[in-house]
């Protein structure tokens, strides 16, 4: 199979395991720590484009977990998250990586917010070495081992 389809199916795999938890994913540790990620994510590169926030801008109009949460207020938390790492990167992404912490509290949440950034790093097909790395960082602050998401 081809990396490419690997990387489709891993995210559409990602995306409906999100939306069987649906429910329990309704905490505000979990939607600070999902936006973080996001823009943890986002910013793999050191760089952010328009199409990095377009593609989060539309995980957040169209992802049925995320409508758990009004959408203004979401964009407005990456927002924040992306003005940390693109002032300071290393600084912000020690920010950023706390926040995602957050939700190591519940296992159910952690995952998927690790899931989240997987959907998010391979939404334009090519889920690259560091948007991977990033999530690999985002599994350790949230004790869980990167290999149980082909990490």
């Known amino acids: ?11 559409s795999t990602m995306q409906t395991q999100l939306v069987a938890k649906k429910n329990d994913l309704k905490s505000g540790a979990f939607r600070d720590a999902s936006m973080a990620m996001c823009a943890l994510v986002a910013a793999a590169d050191g760089t952010i484009d328009p199409s990095e926030r377009q593609r989060v801008a539309q995980l957040i109009a169209t992802n049925e977990v995320l409508q758990n949460f009004p959408a203004d207020d ?19 992404k020690v920010s950023v990586l706390q926040e995602i912490g ?11 917010v690790i899931q989240i950034g ?16 990033v999530v690999r960082e985002a599994c350790f602050a949230l004790d869980l081992p990167p290999h149980e998401f082909d990490l």
């Open 118 to 133: 997987i959907v998010i790093g391979g939404a334009d097909g090519d889920f690259d070495k560091d948007e991977q790395a």
């Open 102 to 112: 957050k939700a190591k509290k519940k296992p159910a949440e952690a995952r998927a």
């Open 1 to 11: 199979m081809a990396l490419w389809d690997r990387i489709k199916e891993s995210a």
């Open 74 to 92: 979401l964009r407005r938390r990456f927002e924040d998250n992306l003005n940390k790492l693109s002032t300071d990167f290393d600084f912000g």
